[in-house]
Structure formats: C-alpha cells, structure tokens
C-alpha cells in the first residue's frame, strides 16, 4: 500500500522560508518521479516542481530561483525547500506520486504567507 506523509508548512511571513516534507512507502522510491503540487483557494491544483529518481528537475516559472526540490532515496523522502515566500504562494501542498500509472497523494500541508 502506497502512503505519502507531509510534514512542515503552517504560517510565515513575506520574504520567509519554509521546508516541506514528505515521506513515501509502499513504492521503490528511486524508481519514480515525485511532484509537488499547491492549491490556492477557489483555484485548481497546480504543480509547483517535480524530481525524477535519477533527481533531474522542473519548476513552475513562479517559484523558479525560490523553490528547490530534492530528494534523499535513502529515506524516502522528497523535500520542498520554500525561499522568498510571498503571499500568492499560500496554499495547500501536496506531495504526488504516479507508480504505474495510479496517482497517490499526500495529505496535504497548508502554507499560509501573510504579516
């Protein structure tokens, strides 16, 4: 059974940092590509970065220069490294995972940026 469990996030100020976390079993981790998402309000999920397992990167144009993803595949875990937050980027993040084409997701973390 594929699980995915998110930890960090919660409240920051303008020009802050946050890390996110989020720890996968069930899967040969290496093997896949893991993605984060975010969700503001009243908007639909986008995709923020993603890493291979061989740890090649992409990055929404928005969060370029500020997000950085990685991954550790000793401990199945890929992280969201959040520098310079502004206040659109308050959303939920989710991590995402597509083993053989069924999609698992995270709970889900909220990410609030305000003064």
């Known amino acids: 059974q594929v699980q995915l469990v998110q930890s960090g996030g919660g409240l920051v100020q303008p020009g802050g940092s946050l890390r996110l976390f989020c720890a996968a079993s069930g899967i040969m981790f290496s093997f896949y590509r893991m993605d984060w998402y975010r969700q503001a309000p009243g908007k639909q999920r986008e995709l923020v970065a993603s890493i291979a397992g061989l740890r090649s990167t992409n990055y929404a144009d928005d969060v370029k220069g500020r997000f950085t993803i990685s991954r550790d595949n000793a401990k199945n875990t890929v992280y969201l490294q959040m520098n310079s937050l502004k206040p659109e980027d308050t959303a939920d993040y989710f991590c995402?995972?597509?083993?053989?084409?069924?999609?698992?997701w995270g709970q889900g973390t909220q990410i609030t940026v305000s003064s």
């Open positions: 995402h995972c597509r083993p053989q084409s069924d999609d698992y």
